[in-house]
Nanobody
């Protein structure tokens, strides 16, 4: 059974930090690109950051560059999102997403259930 479980969300003041974790099981983690998306209330999900299977060449949306860092531990089947200098406009539900990146896994993709991040004083 495929599982992606996000944790680490919560309420933080502007300028604060949070570290989100996505712990996975049920698929070959190292064969998937892993991304973090976020969804504002009433809006579609937007890509925040992505990491290829190898962990190199990470990608970020412009509004989080220099503040957020995605990292992955393939040995632990876990991906992280370190979020610093948080702003109220970062308030959203954050989702972990796994997308198949090899010949055998291409076309397969999985979502986590999301974790709420609220930035407010």
């Amino acid at each position: 059974q495929v599982r992606l479980v996000e944790s680490g969300g919560g309420l933080v003041q502007p300028g604060g930090s949070l570290r989100l974790s996505c712990t996975t099981s049920g698929f070959t983690f190292s064969s998937y690109a892993i991304s973090w998306y976020r969804q504002f209330l009433g809006k579609e999900r937007d890509l925040v950051a992505s990491s290829p299977p190898s962990g190199g060449s990470t990608n970020y949306r412009d509004s989080v560059k220099g503040r957020f860092t995605i990292s992955r531990e393939n040995a632990e089947n876990t991906v992280y999102l370190q979020m610093n200098s948080l702003k109220p406009e970062d308030t959203a539900v954050y989702y972990c997403y796994a997308q198949g990146a090899t010949m055998l896994t291409r076309g397969l993709n999985y979502w986590g259930q999301g974790t709420q991040v609220t930035v407010s004083s």
